[in-house]
Nanobody, 123 residues
Framework: QVQLEESGGGSVQPGDSLKLSCAAS????????MAWFRQAPGKEREFLAA????????DYADSVKGRFTISRDGAENTVYLQMINLKPEDTAIYFC????????????????WGQGAQVTVSS
């Protein structure tokens, strides 16, 4: 029922930073957690980061720990992904996701997906 829409993607050079946003309706309070995934051509959709709305805890994939930060606003209608020190291997379509389960670290748990935002890192 809730529509998720990503924004903030684009083309950058290695070492640059980007901040992605995911806008949702006020019904986000019905979700248990939200997350970010990405998918590169020829690869499976990859978990990046998740935030639990009740416990306010976060979870990160080992590949992005220390570089990516997930956060949300006070109204819980927008979730963000701050990315720093971007590398060419970060090039992918980035998806916002929402789960009704306690965990949201795999596609099988996702209830709703955004349409995706392209991030391209090249020199």
């Amino acid at each position: 029922q809730v529509q998720l829409e990503e924004s903030g993607g684009g083309s950058v050079q290695p070492g640059d930073s980007l901040k992605l946003s995911c806008a949702a309706s006020e019904r986000t309070h019905t979700y248990s957690s939200m997350a970010w995934f990405r998918q590169a051509p020829g690869k499976e959709r990859e978990f990046l980061a998740a935030i639990n709305y009740r416990e306010t805890s976060t979870d990160y994939a080992d590949s992005v720990k220390g570089r990516f930060t997930i956060s949300r606003d006070g109204a819980e209608n927008t979730v963000y992904l701050q990315m720093i020190n971007l590398k060419p291997e970060d090039t992918a379509i980035y998806f916002c996701a929402a789960c009704t389960t306690r965990y949201c670290n795999a596609p099988k748990y996702v209830r709703d997906w955004g349409q995706g935002a392209q991030v391209t890192v090249s020199s």
